[in-house]
Structures are given as structure tokens and as C-alpha cells.
């Protein structure tokens, strides 16, 4: 293979990977950009829905995409319980953002726990994986895995229909402004908790939709929870808050700089990588790529 | 204290110094033996550490107590195993603390290994030091025969660096010497201890067997993507590769390879290819990969553990579960041998024994397993142990590894 | 500026009594008892740093484990070629340069961007090292050559631990830590009162970080060997922050109040959970967090001032003796 393709290749296969970085991290933005809160067991339900989709495959035969009728209704209902229940009271006695970040960090990262804990207790040994769509595509000379594109083009697929819901729709537009400021969104009639409570749990679901469609290209087991959500919290960072479409734009940078580096200087720098772009893009644009400083 | 408190006292003892001496057989026996443990159960190493580790130690214990105990000469009976056990959390700071604590503080008869090698490093010099025989069940390093002679009482049980990347050396240097490959071998690790030194290890021995590495790269532990590594590899024409991986990028690897069409004739990966879970995601693909650490069904009472096994668990067992059950055997043996908890006879004991077990039959020189099955490989759905080539059970190399289909 | 009233000499008496009954500890503790209380030494060092700096200021760090990891990996390339004490002090001279340079980079740097960007940090320095071990010496670890026993770190961590505390609470009671709060009510307000905010909150950044690197050191010294995934370790730095958070960080006895509490509830749950430890350590954050709101430090406050308010302490101590 001559060294142009290769290096189209990879340029390719960053994409890919940029692409599921910003998938992972889309519900996250909803969760914090929207509903404001920083949900440390968000890769929890990533998670969850990995582990439906490998049910879903090994045990009963089915199509892994028939998981997500199982796994987006469970995240759904079970973050929207979490706003309600556990979150609100942590709102309304909150005297500032900081003092809600502070509380709900220690309540998320107690759930963090608890779910994490029941995952081993219920799921433990190996890492598991399955084979799904695991077949080369050829893009113009260059070779892709089959659902690693699949799960590109969900992402892309996913963030179009949170830009169109965004944009032109009430829902999106009580989004918005609940995003900018809660308190004027409350003054104009927008009703900030049910909205609220919808972007949280609508952010959960595409967790557990992120989880399926990575299950099919990455191996996982009870504990990687805690790496994606952490990998979905530098995105939206580096996104910017609340900049919900922004999120796959920063993915996709990261994803083609990392591959592209790691190819160029050395394979094992691709981490390093991708955390010095992710740290140099903050110390540039200090409030995220898309947020109007 | 009052003087009426004082006089009984005294009588009291007076009392009992003037009884006849009771022999020991008419002691009574423990009525329990506890078995302390510290492993992972929460964090990134928790899932490998429950199928490795604790499922052994959970089955024999069921095992054992089914039949009544471990036998205790000295007192004629049978006593059965109770448990102690601690969540390390995956952090060498709890595991020391933890480790004290069993020994100390709970006055454990026994001690059982962590997980991971740099676990089991930790606590060598803690069980040394209190005098408690501990077969390390999860560590391959170079640390064992450097540090190893210092703890006595610490004994090694898997294929280390040296045994498991010199094999693979030899095994290319066979092939080369049979004009079957050219001897162009290429390696990736990822940048953790255990990746780099076996890469390092292999290096060594390739150079002494006259085996040339045409490519040496290694990718972060977690790194999302090894398609644009292996295409790198692939250029350079090797006919054999090595991976000394971890169980994620074992199973990414495997995928990965199958995509682009990597297909050398002779492919290895480590840690995770003697999964039952790699086995079920890569159904017959898997077959002529070389993997870390085999067990095969020759060992002693293999069939019943198989089905103990599956019956406890609803799973087939995987290869690392049987070397940390063997570990157990040998320690039950050397207890039952001894005939009490004498954990320096018992010591001595698994120091000079041979014994059969699940896992073949075993011996330690100067504390390391003589010849633990090191690599092995998949041949037709079943994983059979290749080296070290001399030991009894060993099978021939499918050669060359068949094309992806 | 430093006022102690009367009343508060029977306080520090008893304060400097168990203080000392803690140095002498190891003639009668065993190794485990030992083990287990400089790790809360330790833990209450970390989170008593952590807070110095971050608790005042209000921004937030998760590079707790960078600089606890710069710290050991300092020590463990300095011990073997200088005696012990000059590579523990390089370890906190070090520690201070590195959060120094990172300091004054991330000055525009505000809220939840700076904790990410400080977890990012923590991130790249595990890689780095890493990977520099790897390609230029060819090793993923290195050896600690130390023979320094168990009661000397439980005393040198007893004696980091209550230097932090003390230190904080001096400092608190200067002009620095006026400013450190100013900072932390409102930076802007306090940028135009005349406090040079770049200034106080890059040095406080930096004496923090260099603490944080000596506990790392200290604690290296009972391992057999190091390398980047044991030094760089994330979950020590969100362990820090729960414990600060859970004492109060506005205060500077808070974080030990948070660490102790929950090193023995941690203790006490792994003996009796030990499969389920995770889940019975992590309801009891949610459970504290909903009925402990603003931490442990403000109860124990409040019980502290309504007991002592209104009678004197001695009239309270005699009363106790009595029954």
C-alpha cells in the first residue's frame, strides 16, 4: 500500500475514532450543558447499554441494535428518577453552581459506585466482547472496520437530530434557553425542572445508545464505566458547555490529530496526544472551542 | 483486685501446675481453618482478578468442605476452610495494610495470593517476613528472579518474561532453521511492566537465536484504536507477530488484524487469548493463535474440575483460573503432608515437593515453577500447551497460522 | 494577626497530649494499626493541601495525583545517587516549580474548565513519564532501594500531617489567607481591592503541590518497586477531594475531619463487605451528602461552640469528671 493511502488511512480511521469520542460525549453535555449537573455515573449507562447490546447477542441471539428498545428506555427512566429524586433536592438547597458541582459530584460519585458495584457483583469476570458488522469497508483504497463506520455515522446521525430538536423545535428552544440562563428561561414561562429533567434523562439514553454502538468495536467489562465518562468530560470541556453540537465537531478534531500524531511521531503517544490538544485548546479558548468567550 | 480475688487466684494456679501433662493428641483440633485473602473486587483490575482469582478460590473452598475439610494428621479430623478476605481496591498502599491485617490482626492460618504482578511484589516481603508461604499465583516479571531469592517463603507460579518470550524466540528460530519463515518477526506491547518487559525479554532472546525484528512499537494501554500500528507493522513484511498484550487490545488486535487483512503466518498475543470470552467473539478464527499462559485438560483431575467448575459458575473456566487452583492444591497437600499448621514445615514442604495437580505436575527450583506451561495455542476450538516443548503433554505448533477466512 | 486567649490553652494542652500519644504509638501498635494510620496521615496531609488552596480559592484541582506522582518518581530517581533527606527535600522543591510553571499557564482558567483541565494534566504526566521510561531507559518501573521502616514514615506522615494543618491554619490567619478567601468569594472584587490575585494564587497552588509531592515520596518508600500507573493513580485525586469535600474545605482542620471518618467507615465496610464494597461505600456518600449538607467540620463546629458557649471549659470538664 503506498504511503499517500496509508496516510489517508489513518486520517480515516481518526475520523472514526473522533467520531465516537463525540459520541460518547453528547448526552454528557446535555447532562451538565443542560440540566447542569455532572453526572460521574454517566459511563455507568454507557456501560449498560454495552452490556445489553452483548446480551442481546451472545445470550439470545439477537441483533445488537435491538438492545436499544431494552437499554434507551431503562437509562431514560432510571436518570429522569435520578433528577427528581436525588438531584433535585441537591438543586434547591444549592446556594450557588458551585456549591450544586461540589454536592453533586459526591452524590454522582457515590452512584458511581453503587452501579459500578452492582456491575461486578451481577456481571464479573473477563472483559467481554462480540463480533458485529466486523468486516472491512474500502473507502477509496483505504480499509475501515464496518462498525466502527456504523457507529460514525450514528454519531453524526445522533447530533443532527439534537441540532434540528435544538434549533427548531419548542422543546430545543426551551433547551437553549434553560442552557444560557435558568432563571430568565423560568421568567419567560419556560417550566426549567420538567426541561430539565428531560435533557438529563434524554443525556442518559444516548449514553446507553454510545455504549451499544462502541460495544461493537471495543471490548469492555463491569469497570469501564469510569473511563468513558471521564473521556465524554474532556470533550464537552473542550467542546465547550452546553455546546451540544459543538461536542462532535471536538471529537472529530481530537480523533484525526490523535491518529495522525500517534502515526507521524509514535504510536505510543496517542494518550499523550490527544490529552496536550485537549489542554491546548483550553489555554487558548479558556471557556471551550464554541463558547463565545 | 480484693484479697479473696487474690487467694482463688492463687489457688487456681497452684491448681493447674500441679496437673498431670496432657499429651497432645487429646488437644482438640481447630474447628475451622481460615484462609486470608486481599484481591481486587472494585476498580479497573477487579473483573480479571474475579475470574482469575477469586472463582479459584471460591470453588476450592466448596470443594474441599464438600469432603469434609483439609485432613489434619496431628489430630485425626478434618477441619474446614473459612475465608478472611479484603478488597484491595487495586492499590499497593491498601494491599500492604491489608496484608498486615490478616497476618496480625485476624491471625490467619494462611495466606492466599493477590492479584497482578505488582501486587503480589508488594505483599512478598509482608508474608516473608511473617513466615507465611504464599504461592504468587499473577505474577510474570523480571522482579521474580531479582528479587525473588530475598523472600523464601514466596513461591512463583506462571511462565515468567525469560521462560515465555524465550520460548517464543526458540519456536521461531525451529521454523527458520526448517526454511518455513524468513525469521522477520515484528512486536507490539503497550507501555505497562508487563508489555515491556517481555518485548524486552523476547529482543534478547531473538538476538542470541538469530531471529530479526524488523519492527518494534508499542501503543498506550486503552488506546482506542491499533489499526494505523498494524498497518505500520504489515509494511514491513514480517511472518511472524507478537503482540504482548493486554486483554482490551488482545481482543483489538485480533479484530483489527481481520479487517485490514494482517495475516502472518505465526501470531501471538498474551494476556486474554486464553479467554473463553475471546473464544466466543472470534468462534473458529481463533484458530492457530498463540497465546500466554495455557492449561489444557492433561492435568490431574481436570474432567471433575471442568465440571465443578461450569457448576459453580455457569461458565467454562478459563487458563489462569486453573494455575491459581493448582496453587491451591499444592497448598492443601504440603498442609495435609505436614500434618498441622506449621507454616515452616509447610513451606519446606511445597519448596522441595513434586506435585500433580490440575495444571500438570509441578515443581519449585529456588521458589519458581520449573516449567510452567508458558505458550500455547488454539487448535480447532481447543487450547493445547505447546511449550516449554519437553514437558509431558506438550503438542506440535499448527504451522502456519490459517488464513483469516 | 496570631491571637491565642486563655481559654484556648486547655485545648492546645490536650491537642499537644494526643499528639504525643500518637508519636509513641508504635511501641505498643501493631504493623497494621501502624499501616493504617499513616495512610490517614497521609490522606489527611493530601486533602489538608488540596484544600489549602483549592478550598479557598474555590478552584477546584484534580492534580493531586500529578504532583503525588511527580513527587515519587523524584524521590525514586534521586535516592539512589543522594542521602534520603536531600531527595525528600528536592521531592517538595520539585513539586513546587512543576505547579508553579502550570500555574502560571492556566491563569485564565475558571470553574469546571480548570478541574478537567487539571484531570488532563494528571492524564499527560502519567503518559509522558511512561512513555520516557520506556524509550529512554527501556524499563516501565523503577526500583525503591529504601530501608527506612514502617515507624519512621508513620512518624514523618504524623508529623507532614499536623505541619499542613497547622500551617494552613496559620496562614489562614495572615493576610495571604485573607486573600486566598477573597479569591474564593469573588475574584474580580478582590482583583480590585488591590490583591495581586495572580501572585497568591499561583504560590498557594504551588505550596500545595509541593506537600502533595513529599507525601507521594514518603509513601513510595514501603513500595518494592514504582511505575507510572502506581504513582499516577486519578482515583487519588477525586479520593482527596471527597474527603475535603465531606470535612468542609473552608476550614483548615476540615479535611482531616472528612479523611478520618471515612478511612475507618472505608476500614470497617471492607472487613464486612468485602464482595460488595463499592456499593456499600458508595450509598454511604449519597446518605452523608443528604443529610450532612456543607460537610462534617460545620456540625462538629456547632456542637463545638454550643457546648463550650455559655459555660467555661473547665466548668464543662469538671462536670464530666464528676459523674
Request: include cysteine; charge should be positive.
Amino acid at each position: 500500500m503506498g504511503a499517500a493511502v496509508i496516510l489517508f488511512e489513518v486520517f480515516l480511521n481518526g475520523l472514526l475514532l473522533g467520531g465516537m469520542y463525540g459520541l460518547v460525549a453528547l448526552g454528557l453535555n446535555l447532562q451538565y450543558g443542560v440540566a447542569r449537573i455532572l453526572n460521574l455515573s454517566y459511563g455507568e449507562f454507557f456501560l449498560g447499554g454495552a452490556f445489553a447490546a452483548f446480551f442481546s447477542i451472545m445470550l439470545w441471539k439477537l441483533n445488537p441494535l435491538l438492545s436499544l428498545f431494552i437499554s434507551l428506555p431503562i437509562a431514560f427512566a432510571i436518570n429522569w428518577l435520578m433528577y427528581q429524586y436525588l438531584m433535585m433536592p441537591l438543586i434547591r438547597r444549592a446556594p450557588d453552581q458551585d456549591g450544586l458541582d461540589a454536592d453533586v459530584v459526591l452524590v454522582t460519585f457515590g452512584l458511581l459506585f453503587v452501579f459500578q458495584g452492582l456491575a461486578l457483583v451481577n456481571w464479573s469476570g473477563e472483559v467481554r466482547g462480540y463480533s458485529f458488522l466486523s468486516v472491512p469497508v474500502n473507502l477509496a483504497g483505504a480499509t475501515v472496520a464496518l462498525n466502527r463506520l456504523a457507529a460514525f455515522l450514528g454519531a453524526c446521525l445522533l447530533a443532527l437530530v439534537l441540532f434540528v430538536v435544538l434549533r427548531h423545535t419548542r422543546v430545543g428552544g426551551a433547551l437553549r434557553a434553560i442552557t444560557i440562563d435558568p432563571l430568565a428561561a423560568s421568567i419567560v414561562g419556560v417550566d426549567v425542572r420538567r426541561y430539565s429533567a428531560l435533557a438529563f434523562a434524554a443525556g442518559g439514553a444516548l449514553a446507553a445508545a454510545a455504549g451499544m454502538l462502541v460495544s461493537t468495536f471495543i471490548s469492555f467489562s463491569a469497570t469501564t464505566g469510569v473511563e468513558y465518562t471521564l473521556k465524554a468530560l474532556i470533550v464537552v470541556i473542550m467542546a465547550g458547555v452546553g455546546r451540544v453540537t459543538g461536542t462532535l465537531a471536538a471529537g472529530l478534531l481530537l480523533g484525526v490529530v490523535e491518529s495522525l500524531g500517534g502515526y507521524l511521531l509514535d504510536p505510543a503517544l496517542t494518550i499523550a496526544i490527544n490529552f496536550s490538544l485537549f489542554m491546548l485548546v483550553l489555554l487558548l479558548r479558556p471557556t471551550g472551542l464554541f463558547t463565545r468567550a | 483486685m480484693d484479697r479473696r480475688t487474690f487467694v482463688r487466684g492463687s489457688a487456681a494456679a497452684v491448681g493447674a501446675a500441679t496437673l498431670p501433662h496432657v499429651p497432645a493428641q487429646a488437644q482438640s483440633a481447630p474447628d475451622k481453618l481460615r484462609f486470608g485473602y486481599a484481591v481486587t473486587m472494585s476498580g479497573p483490575l477487579a473483573p480479571g482478578a474475579d475470574s482469575t482469582t477469586i472463582s479459584a478460590y471460591k470453588l476450592w473452598q466448596k470443594r474441599v468442605n464438600d469432603a469434609g475439610g483439609i485432613m489434619l494428621k496431628k489430630y485425626n479430623k478434618k477441619v474446614p476452610i473459612e475465608y478472611v478476605s479484603y478488597d484491595d481496591q487495586g492499590k499497593p498502599d491498601e494491599l500492604l495494610k491489608l496484608t498486615e491485617r490478616l497476618i496480625q490482626q485476624d491471625k490467619v492460618d494462611m495466606v492466599l495470593s493477590p492479584y497482578a504482578s505488582h501486587m503480589n511484589l508488594a505483599s512478598a516481603p509482608i508474608i516473608n517476613k511473617a513466615e507465611y508461604p504464599v504461592i504468587m499465583t499473577t505474577a510474570t516479571t523480571n522482579k521474580t528472579y531479582e528479587q525473588g531469592p530475598r523472600w523464601p517463603y514466596a513461591f512463583w507460579n506462571i511462565a515468567q518474561p525469560k521462560a515465555s518470550s524465550g520460548a517464543l524466540s526458540t519456536a521461531l528460530a525451529e521454523l527458520k532453521k526448517q526454511g518455513k519463515i524468513k525469521g522477520r518477526v515484528a512486536t507490539v506491547h503497550p507501555t505497562v511492566e508487563y508489555g515491556v518487559e517481555n518485548n524486552e525479554a523476547f529482543l534478547a532472546a531473538a538476538k542470541a537465536d538469530g531471529i530479526e525484528v524488523v519492527f518494534t512499537k508499542s501503543y498506550p494501554l486503552g488506546a482506542a484504536d491499533l489499526q494505523p500500528l498494524i498497518r505500520e507493522a504489515m509494511a514491513t513484511n514480517p511472518d511472524a507477530f507478537l503482540a504482548f498484550s493486554y486483554p482490551p487490545d488482545t481482543f483489538m488486535l485480533t479484530e483489527q488484524m481481520q479487517i485490514v487483512g494482517f495475516n502472518p503466518s505465526v501470531m501471538y498475543v498474551a494476556i486474554g487469548g486464553v479467554f473463553p470470552t475471546y473464544k466466543a467473539k472470534f468462534g473458529s478464527k481463533i484458530n492457530g493463535i498463540l497465546v500466554y499462559g495455557p492449561a489444557d485438560a492433561s492435568g490431574t483431575g481436570m474432567d471433575e474440575f471442568a465440571k465443578a467448575h461450569q457448576g459453580m459458575f455457569n461458565r467454562a473456566y478459563e487458563a489462569g483460573t486453573v494455575n491459581v487452583y493448582s496453587a491451591l492444591q499444592i497448598t492443601q497437600e504440603a498442609i495435609e503432608t505436614v500434618g498441622e499448621i506449621d507454616r515452616k514445615k509447610i513451606r519446606d514442604v511445597i519448596a522441595s515437593g513434586t506435585f500433580k495437580t490440575v495444571w500438570g505436575d509441578i515443581k519449585y527450583v529456588n521458589q519458581l515453577n520449573a516449567n510452567p506451561w508458558a505458550v500455547g495455542q488454539w487448535q480447532n476450538g481447543e487450547l493445547v500447551c505447546l511449550f516449554p516443548a519437553d514437558k509431558a503433554g506438550a503438542k506440535p505448533m499448527l504451522f502456519p497460522k490459517p488464513q483469516w477466512s | 494577626m496570631l491571637e491565642l486567649a486563655a481559654k484556648d490553652w486547655p485545648a492546645i494542652a490536650l491537642g499537644a497530649l494526643a499528639v504525643l500519644a500518637l508519636a509513641l504509638l508504635p511501641l505498643v501498635a501493631s504493623g497494621y494499626v501502624l499501616s493504617l494510620l499513616l495512610l490517614l496521615y497521609a490522606n489527611i496531609a493530601l486533602s489538608t493541601a488540596w484544600a489549602f488552596f483549592s478550598g479557598t480559592t474555590r478552584y477546584i484541582s484534580l492534580a493531586t495525583a500529578a504532583f503525588f506522582g511527580i513527587g515519587i518518581y523524584t524521590l525514586a530517581i534521586l535516592h539512589v545517587h543522594v542521602p534520603m533527606a536531600i531527595a525528600l527535600l528536592a521531592t517538595a522543591v520539585v513539586g513546587f516549580l512543576v505547579a508553579l510553571i502550570v500555574g502560571l499557564s492556566t491563569l485564565r482558567l475558571r470553574g469546571v474548565y480548570f478541574v478537567v483541565f487539571t484531570f488532563g494534566l494528571t492524564e499527560l504526566v502519567h503518559q509522558v513519564v511512561n512513555w520516557w521510561e520506556m524509550k529512554i531507559n527501556r524499563t516501565a518501573t523503577r526500583y525503591i532501594f529504601a530501608d527506612v521502616s514502617n515507624v519512621t514514615i508513620y512518624q514523618v506522615l504524623l508529623a507532614l500531617a499536623l505541619l499542613t494543618i497547622v500551617g494552613s491554619w496559620y496562614v489562614s490567619r495572615l493576610r495571604l489567607g485573607y486573600a486566598l478567601r477573597a479569591i474564593g468569594e469573588d475574584e474580580m472584587v478582590a482583583r480590585h481591592t488591590g490583591i495581586d490575585t495572580t501572585r497568591v494564587k499561583v504560590l498557594c497552588f504551588a505550596i500545595s503541590a509541593s506537600v502533595m509531592a513529599v507525601v507521594g515520596a514518603v509513601l513510595a518508600l514501603r513500595y518494592p518497586y514504582i511505575d507510572a500507573s502506581i504513582a499516577f493513580n486519578n482515583s487519588r485525586s477525586f479520593e482527596v477531594l471527597i474527603a475535603a469535600l465531606l470535612g468542609g474545605p473552608s476550614r483548615p482542620w476540615g479535611p482531616a475531619l472528612g479523611a478520618i471518618p471515612l478511612m475507618l467507615l472505608s476500614e470497617y465496610l471492607s472487613g464486612t463487605f468485602p464482595h460488595h464494597f463499592p456499593i456499600a461505600l458508595g450509598l454511604c456518600f449519597v446518605v452523608i451528602v443528604y443529610f450532612l449538607p456543607g460537610g462534617i467540620a460545620p456540625l462538629v463546629e456547632r456542637a463545638y461552640h454550643s457546648w463550650a458557649a455559655g459555660r467555661g471549659f473547665t466548668a464543662q470538664l469538671a462536670r464530666l469528671w464528676r459523674t
